[in-house]
């Protein structure tokens, strides 16, 4: 990680020859020169100990629109690389659009159980104003014995309330052999808490060409997070979307400890998005009406909230879901918090509800 | 911290031989009983076994106005005991009150250094709408070479500031001998982090009748900080308002992790006041706005917030000190969040100021 | 994980009927019945509210053994379902065996580079007393830019030095896909703290049939860290060896916070063997003496040390690897202290050595 | 903490002439000259931006010893101020020294309690070979309503069994005012862990004139905690034991982490001895021995263990107290371990035992 970081964005267009001879050039330099796509460009991202003079001389290449030198180990995720926002679109025209002046709250329960379940909760939270679902097929569990999720038929289950209601939904994926037919039956791939540094599983949702939502480690540091999404970036995939969810400290009055000042560090250092997950880390109902108030004051750019209209016999988590009263009233209280940081809430897509 | 806790609230101006007849009661049961006052209130804090039926003897003696039987380890701090917001006024009738409607926001440098420096930090500060001034004279520091404070200096130029404003101070008290002269010179007693469990100070600030500012322990729990709480309550002084201020996690990309979650926590369990200091615990002048936004949001009763208007000079903490401009600016996002969780900024009360 | 686990032991050569007779009682008794085979024994695992009838009628028929009760949420890796220590081999003939009398080193670099570091590397860790070889060939990486591992080139090289000296190697699999070709060139597989909760990797690794290196994840719990043993237990492997490589927490004096109280504390838990990795947990050359020492004193079966001839230029974390004398220098102080706990140092069984 | 530190070790006998000619060229170049005076040496301590041209001027004064430049934040604790080990005795003829080859096993219970439980107590462990006694008059209780020791009545108890056994006592002094008469009464000041960063009480215990055992902070950094014996240092008192008891981490299966490494670590950067808590880190009497036998192994200079022979009636921590038998255990097992790092048991210099 040591000299330094050269980033060559292409023009469009530039012919073969012109941008072999741009690498040909940091080369000779003693510079590597890995060629990338991402956002809508194309560059070649070199190391080395390249001098100013250098760099001026590539800056006047024909192929070279800019050259971008980097001072820490993020790259593409980094405000150096792009200063403004990255806005992440998800699904078509009834999608959501992370990132951007509207405030983004996915909502749904924490595992698919049966069509009964996903009806109720899917009524619930389209009514009160998600503009986007969730719910675990897939589900990483700390001992073997417990409950898996439902795997293909989840998916299924999950598939038919985003053709119900036009919503584009997420759901995880654990993985990297199951990433071609998640990425088929969901409009955005979750990698876990527990995956973050699943650099294979990344390789794949990096290349998947869905939106990624990237959950932070458990003991992750904002770096280790960035470098994450690094991994995402790289291969080509820049519609990745942060999710602060908790970090483990010493304090168990809470299931995990939210980190709202990560998600405020984050912000300033990255273009990506950054939304919270106040479920999984309080893992206490009356503290997510309080942490998705915190998370809409300091920037964040929407939520990612549990709820089960049968909390008492959920299949998982379901200690921490909000029934589908409690999470209308975090959504009445949200809107005038948003409202107070310059932001709206993201208005509902969905079409009119009918049951599967 | 076995069997009940049964705390019996009694009439006021019942006669001394009341009171020894319920103390003859619950000792005849088994219970101890000590006396206590705190919050106007006179008391009996009992703790044994006993049986509903003991308690429905007590509540029937002419000296006894309700008894209140506790589950947890907390007990004149729970909600529980008193289920209403406690309101902890500070200083007369320029002050701040704590825990009612009014948002309060108190700001000031970290150290207080000499006359010229007092004088353009608090015109910047109350020029903004701070209503209560802090300033640090005694200096609890890692090591004993750094600056250690002002010491009686320093209360004196703190003195001033409270008389040419009219505004309430606090400052840090971090020794029990220290309590009495600085609870004669300033309007509320400030517990440091590396105090919280320094019983005997705890205890001295109980008796000294100067409202209490309790900072967390860097590693406290909830609960433990409510014990220490639980301290000064004990010894009669129920004026206490906890700040949270950053615990140690793994993190070290902010100095300590503000724990918002805590702070919805704290104000779920005790009916004491809680505010947050962002300057302390993120140690970064560029995460203090969002912060407080967030405090403000998730349910804090205020602020407590370093400003130095000469950051580069400061004689203690001053990398994370706000300038004027960026203490403005914080005050300025702060007050639609403020509104929009349905509360005031509490309002200027200070003199028209003139340099001392 | 609620009502009680039974374990039914199998009688060996049970015919299939007799074995259909006890999971149809245990069915008619609402509990499931989940066949697995582990460490030469077939079981049935099952969950449930049995009554002690049930278990004495289980307990006398003709397929069942023995009827293990466990309390906690372990259960295969749980001493309570085998009390003695499970020996684990790794190698045939000149292996090294886990968990018994013997106390085991594992050295070697932490990176494969090329067959000149490996020649050096190995004689050097041999010649000191090492009974088993490490080298990754793939890595995780926390940036995508680090360098990655060698890949089936590293592969090749370990197993090179397998043959040049016959002890057995242990190196990393970092994704389901590679088990199976890692598998084939090594005698243990490792699973990295990163990975200790990828299901699908241990799953994989599990039913690979080659014993396995599980480190505990860098904020896992004890109950966690036994639980992903579960997982490989479950699928049929019992030759598990534990190892503990340090865990994060707030003091970053060292690299990790080595938690040797968790050895002691897993030992008592758990019947499969815990090793100590002293390299990774510390970062710091100098600490790994010392720790070595500490884990042979306190119950730890083994360790497995960083050693590089040359760690200035190393490819992967060459800053906390041991040189060859510094590591002579472990080996000639860590045996008094084997000694002193009633164990013996694994005696070397390597082929005399000649370069590849 | 800029710019360099200057140990300017003053000759014996030196006038006051000339130690203040040392301070005037200090002072002219800028620096500041605070005398101080600690283990036998006097010396001015000052920091500045001073040239290597200064130090060989005032290196040739004639009250001038030697001058030591100490690179980082630690200055009388460091072993760049003094290579070799510190020896501190506590008691006279029949008392301990630390930090030499022997090793030391303090050992008692962790509260004072009444005579009976102390002649048992003691009994038990002077005859299973702890050379010092530990018992708590004092006790820092994290609630208001807990046992709080017997304060006065308690240091009697304890100091009958000085006189009784002839060994030297350690207690805990919890506040300033306290420091004078604790110190008559026992032979070593005990600073807990609450009370590491209580800096008043630090500079009372540290002008005593008694030796000290420094716990370390259960969030402390090894840097902060030679920051705290620093303040004792630097107020002339050079007798400081360090004592690792455990920080708080995520893992709550042990009560707190036994940091081991920092052991090591502390050993390598301070001349200071450092012993082990392995009650109260771990807070489970199984653990003690283990993490007993650790200790030694990575170097610490001695243990201090809690006993209670009647653990389930103990008014304080009793849970983790071992019985009379549990110790004779552990020191059964420790003397191999500590032979075979080239130490040896201090041996004991007890009385012959009568009752009190």
Chains 1, 2, 3, 4 share one sequence.
């Not at 016999?313 to 029934?323: F, T, V």
């Amino acid at each position: 990680m040591e000299g330094i970081i050269v980033i060559v964005v292409l023009r469009p267009h530039s012919s073969r020859e012109e941008i072999e001879s741009v690498k040909e050039i940091l080369h000779a330099h003693g510079l590597s020169a890995m060629e990338s796509s991402v956002m809508d460009s194309s560059m070649l991202i070199s190391e080395g100990t390249g001098t100013s003079e250098l760099i001026s001389i590539v800056e006047n290449l024909p192929a070279v629109e800019r050259v971008v030198v980097v001072p820490g180990v993020q790259r593409l995720t980094s405000r150096v690389f792009r200063p403004e926002n990255t806005h992440v679109r998800v699904g078509a025209l009834t999608g959501a659009v992370f990132g951007g002046p509207e405030f983004v709250v996915i909502a749904g329960p924490c595992a698919v159980e049966n069509v009964t379940q996903m009806n109720a909760a899917v009524d619930t939270v389209v009514g009160s104003g998600a503009v986007m679902l969730r719910g675990g097929a897939f589900k990483p569990r700390t001992s073997p014995y417990s409950f898996q999720g439902l795997g293909l038929a989840g998916l299924t289950l999950l598939a038919e309330q985003r053709k119900r209601t036009g919503l584009p939904v997420v759901t995880e994926v654990v993985t990297p052999k199951d990433v071609e037919f998640v990425a088929e039956e969901s409009d955005m791939l979750q990698i876990g808490t527990r995956n973050m540094q699943n650099f294979e599983l990344l390789r794949e949702a990096g290349a998947s060409g869905r939106p990624v939502l990237l959950k932070r480690g458990m003991s992750a540091t904002i770096e280790e997070w960035l470098l994450a999404a690094e991994y995402l970036l790289h291969v080509g995939n820049g519609d990745v979307v942060l999710c602060e969810r908790g970090i483990r400290s010493y304090d168990r009055s809470t299931r995990f400890t939210l980190d709202l000042s990560a998600v405020a560090e984050a912000k300033r250092l990255t273009h990506l998005p950054v939304i919270v997950d106040p479920s999984h880390s309080t893992g206490q109902p009356h503290l997510v009406a309080p942490m998705s108030l915190a998370a809409a004051a300091c920037g964040a750019d929407g939520l990612i909230i549990d709820v089960h209209t049968d909390a008492r016999n959920a299949m998982c988590d379901g200690a921490q879901a909000l029934s589908g009263e409690q999470f209308a009233d975090v959504m009445t209280r949200l809107t005038p918090v948003v409202e107070a940081v310059g932001r709206t809430m993201a208005p509902t897509r969905a079409h009119s509800l009918a049951s599967v």
